[in-house]
């Protein structure tokens, strides 16, 4: 592998740090270098969270640039929008949590929420691959909706294009939680992996 950038993209309070820490983890488990950063975040107000996380056998920069990300997992349905320029053109992945997360009503303003038909064509001519998970229903279906993140981490392992197995990504998991929801987390992964191996 010479490296695979990933921009995660969501809201506050939906557990995108954890999941750039758990994919940073594993790949020092792998024994691969990583940068992981946060560069745009309002977790405690529920606003945008972005997160770069780069692999490779030699990492310099933890940013992704615009154009070359191999891969982009939003866990909010309409902040997929505002980092699709940083995927790689007709050849990046999409990960989508279908989940909407509008925002209150005192940031809405004339803002319409986009519908998931209008951002699917929004991707067409820009993403190579698009998936579309219900993260939270499947974390939910488990006993945990708060284990989306992890849901969505599952269904983006599965396309293979993450570059990281699943082994070490079970161990960060493991390092991340404590025992018993270190188990859930790890059913979370699996769901989702499932479902993605199911369109495959």
Partial sequence: MKHVDIVLSGVGGQGILTLASIMGMAAIIEGYDTKVAEVHGMAQRGGSVVCHVRIGEKVSSP????????????LELSETL????YLKSKRGVVVLN????????????????PSLEAILEELKGIAGEVY????????????S????????????????????SEESIMKAISRTFRK?????????????????????
């Avoid at 940013?63 to 939003?74: F, P, Q, W």
């Avoid at 279908?98 to 929420?113: H, R, W």
């Avoid at 579309?132 to 006993?143: F, P």
């Fill in 180 to 200: 018993d929801a270190a188990k859930i987390n790890q059913k979370a992964f699996e769901e989702g992996a499932r479902i993605v191996k199911k369109l495959l």
């Fill in 98 to 113: 279908s989940n909407a997360l509008p925002p209150p009503i005192s940031m809405i303003l004339d803002f319409q929420y």
């Fill in 63 to 74: 940013l992704v640039m615009e154009g070359s990300a191999d891969m982009v997992i939003s």
């Fill in 145 to 164: 909706p708060q284990s989306a993140n992890i849901v969505m981490l599952g269904s983006a392992w599965a396309t293979g294009k993450l570059a990281l």
């Fill in 82 to 85: 505002k980092v699709l320029q």
């Fill in 132 to 143: 579309v998970i219900n993260a939270h229903e499947i974390a939910s279906s488990i006993g």
